[in-house]
């Protein structure tokens, strides 16, 4: 019987202070349509003051050929921060819908399911993004079409880069001032 997985218990000893990593967690993308995407990765790299950009494996190319227009696959991924021994997860939703044929980044669009209203994660309903916090809406493209939303879904970048020998659709995960029409990078 497989033994299970622990998260490290011991301070890191050459970094007394403050320490932060980044462990992505990467879910294939799922729920959405029949088709489930990519597998799941693990790893870890430095971080700095705060974990506000990343750029995370999604799925493998050749599983998102699968992926037809107007039904987005959810991929979830997990952003940890270590304090000393202590581990805190921080898990983020992101939409990729196709826009395009082929396999290239340009085939494919993503958003953070994070709400420019106020910070709740939106649901796919049908065709548009709904917000069940304040009930802002959004179109298949991102906009606002309904609700206090001040600025419609953040777009995320998308890159293909290779990873064990096989190309695979990243996302360069990026947060977001919330609350504000203007769209703005947050830096910590
Ligand atoms: Fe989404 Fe308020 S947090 S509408």
Known sequence: MPKAR???QQPVPEQPDRREFLRV?????????ATAVGGVAVWQQS??????QAVLPLAAMASLSKLERGAPARFEVTLARRDGWRVVNRSRRVYVTRVAG???????????AICPHAG??????GKQYVCPCHQA????????TAGPAPRGLDPLVLTVQDRDGQPWLHVAWQDYVI????RTARTT
């Open 137 to 144: 809406k959004f179109d298949e493209a991102g906009a606002v």
């Open 120 to 125: 709740c994660e939106v649901e796919l309903a």
């Open 102 to 112: 082929g396999e290239t980044p340009e085939s494919f669009a993503a958003f953070s």
């Open 25 to 33: 967690v990467v879910h294939g993308g799922v729920l959405l349509g």
């Open 179 to 182: 609350g504000t029409e203007e």
């Open 6 to 8: 622990t998260q490290p």
């Open 47 to 52: 971080g700095g003051e705060s974990i506000v």
